[in-house]
């Protein structure tokens, strides 16, 4: 006797078949109506599509009609990232100080700053029993769905949603920056709990800690972590809080923006975007990747071995037959990612201080003969360069946090690039964004 649950899903295969049918256009149709897929053309570079002043990324340059890649920049505001990372005092945390440069387009004073982080650090709370009877409820070790489900409630306890002033957009794009922590860490340990059988433990943010800090003391048991675990955390949140307005999550920020919408529900279609395993899950694919090259090479192979390894990769031989060597490449950087060297440094005082200098020496053999291989098997048009992707998962393995967590970690980071974008489309006024789709359909006659 069949469930109904399977016999929903039997005509579903059936219904598949028609869609199956109906729904293909072939690859000739789009070449001859020049359809830009996925907004980009036939060399990778984005459909220009809007102007901002948020941030910039730069990979080449133009001389005498030939491109040619450089190594990657990428500007906050008109700031070098390097520059603003760099900045920073030796104990120095920056993920707030960063977030108001991106969404108030400048770095701010003593007083502006001491302010900003004040405020953040009053707003990490949430409404009484929220905990209890949103995230406990339904717990799921699909965190991203948890924490968008948790975005789109608070909605429903903001007495001013339908207040679509600036002033009002702004405070709940604080509002939500504030409490993201919070809503990743809780929906991770109501899962591990409830779905797993594991110690359950909700510890209140500290309002005096920066958001990295406070991240490690909610996650941890004891509450206890070291100045170079903060500072690391803090260092991948920067790097991951903005890339440009054409990235998909944040055009899908200023896609439901133009809409008219609130800020609850902007940011939860965001949510849902950066969720996608070919947006915000690639460094769990580089982990995924760098256990199997673990388990059939050991941590020190033989360069030929790896070599040979890594070909087959590229070849649908080994590891998950897609062909790819996750972490390599990277649709705009071509040599190099300025994110992933800012972050490598971070990898190598962790290994120092974790001990793990035997697994960042692979991942450094990997660096190596990765984009040697890539450019060689696959004749690349422009240079492949590890990316950001590629020791992020690294960095946050050695901070022990849970791989669930790696995704809503680029979240707690890239909503205040999202806020940014709201703000700035707001700002604009423009038309709602409703690009053209041509219809290639057959008409008939019932």
């Known amino acids: 006797m069949k469930t109904e649950m399977e016999e929903y899903l039997d005509y579903a295969a059936v219904v598949e078949k028609e869609s199956r049918e109906n729904d293909v256009i072939s690859d000739e149709l789009f070449r001859k109506y020049d359809v830009k897929r996925g907004l980009r053309d036939l060399n990778g570079k984005g459909v220009l ?45 920056g993920y707030e100080k960063i977030a108001y440069l991106l969404m108030f387009g400048k770095l701010p004073n003593d007083k502006e700053y001491k302010e900003f982080f004040d405020i953040i650090g009053n707003l990490r709370t949430l409404p009484t029993n929220f ?33 679509t002033s600036l002033t009002n957009n702004i405070r709940q794009c604080i509002s939500l920056i504030s409490v993201f922590p919070m809503l990743a860490v809780y929906a991770y340990n109501a899962d591990q709990h409830y779905n797993h059988d594991k110690s359950m433990y909700i510890h209140r943010p500290d309002p005096q800690l920066s958001t990295a800090a406070n991240f490690l003391r909610m996650l941890r048991p004891d509450n206890q972590f070291t100045e170079l675990e ?12 903005e890339h440009g307005g054409g990235n998909n999550s944040t055009f899908t920020t200023r ?65 998950d037959h897609k062909g790819l060597i996750y972490g390599m490449g990277h649709a705009i950087y071509a040599k190099s990612d300025p994110r992933e060297k800012i972050l490598k440094t971070f990898c ?69 690039g999202w806020s940014s974008h709201r703000i700035e489309e707001l700002i604009g006024n423009g ?5 053209a789709y041509m219809s290639v359909m057959e008409h008939k006659e019932p």
């Not at 995230?135 to 339908?162: E, F, Q, R, V, W």
């Not at 947006?279 to 673990?294: F, L, Q, T, Y």
């Not at 038309?431 to 690009?435: E, G, H, T």
Request: proline fraction near 3%.
């Open 431 to 435: 038309k709602i964004i409703r690009p």
């Open 230 to 241: 903060a500072k690391s955390l803090d260092a991948a949140l920067i790097l991951h809080m």
């Open 255 to 319: 896609v439901v923006t133009s809409s008219g919408t609130d800020t609850y529900s902007a940011i939860a279609a965001a949510m849902c975007s950066l969720k996608g395993p070919k947006h915000g899950g690639a460094n769990i694919k580089v982990m995924d990747m760098m256990a199997n090259i673990k388990d059939n090479l050991g941590m020190d192979p033989d360069k030929g071995k790896l070599t040979d390894y890594l070909a087959d990769m590229l070849d649908g031989k080994v590891f």
């Open 131 to 163: 905990t209890r009877d949103v995230i406990m409820k339904a717990p799921t070790g699909d965190i991203m769905n948890s924490m968008t489900k948790s975005i789109l409630t608070l909605a429903s306890y903001d007495d001013t949603i339908m207040d």
């Open 348 to 416: 190598e005082k962790l290994s120092d201080e974790k001990g793990m200098h035997e697994e960042m020496d692979l991942y450094e053999s990997i660096e190596t003969i990765a984009p040697e291989v890539i450019s060689e098997k696959r004749h690349m048009f422009k240079g492949v360069c590890p990316n950001v992707d590629f020791y992020s998962g690294f960095v946050y393995k050695m901070l022990g946090i849970p791989v669930e967590l790696y995704t809503p970690l680029f979240a707690i980071a890239r909503i205040v």
């Open 49 to 93: 599509t809007g102007l901002t002043n948020i941030s910039e990324v730069n990979a080449f340059h133009t001389h005498d009609g030939v491109r040619d890649g450089d190594d990657g920049e990428l500007w906050y505001r008109g700031y070098r990232i390097n520059s603003l990372i760099d900045s920073l005092g030796h104990d120095e945390m």
